[in-house]
Nanobody, 121 residues
Framework: QVQLVESGGGLVQPGGSLRLSCAAS????????MGWYRQAPGKQRELVAS???????TYADSVKGRFTISRDNAKNTVYLQMNSLKPEDTAVYYC???????????????WGQGTQVTVSS
């Protein structure tokens, strides 16, 4: 079992910043990729940003230049620094990680429970 616990969501005014964190725990041998997704009401879940174990990053066009994803491999933690937030960034943000579990001897893919980000004046 691999658990992901997110933190850092909340209410912020347009133009403000938030930093999300997601810590993975459990029977983890290694984590390949980690990422952040979001789902707004009435919309499909979409990829916001991802990062490989080697540090290669990808971003949705809508957040390029405003969001930065990073990870601490020693802590099995991924971060999402969100700057210049807009009302359209309002959504539930979910953390995702895939890797290899030493207890099961198989690859895993896990999701966090989600954290609400609301951008409003």
């Amino acid at each position: 079992q691999v658990q992901l616990v997110e933190s850092g969501g909340g209410l912020v005014q347009p133009g403000g910043s938030l930093r999300l964190s997601c810590a993975a725990s459990g029977s983890i041998f290694s984590i390949y990729g980690m990422g952040w997704y979001r789902q707004a009401p009435g919309k499909q879940r979409e990829l916001v940003a991802s990062i490989t174990s080697g540090g290669t990053t990808t971003y949705a066009d809508s957040v390029k230049g405003r969001f930065t994803i990073s990870r601490d491999n020693a802590k099995n933690t991924v971060y999402l620094q969100m700057n210049s937030l807009k009302p359209e960034d309002t959504a539930v943000y979910y953390c995702n990680a895939d890797g290899y579990s030493d207890s099961t001897g198989r690859d895993f893919g896990s999701w966090g429970q989600g954290t609400q980000v609301t951008v409003s004046s």
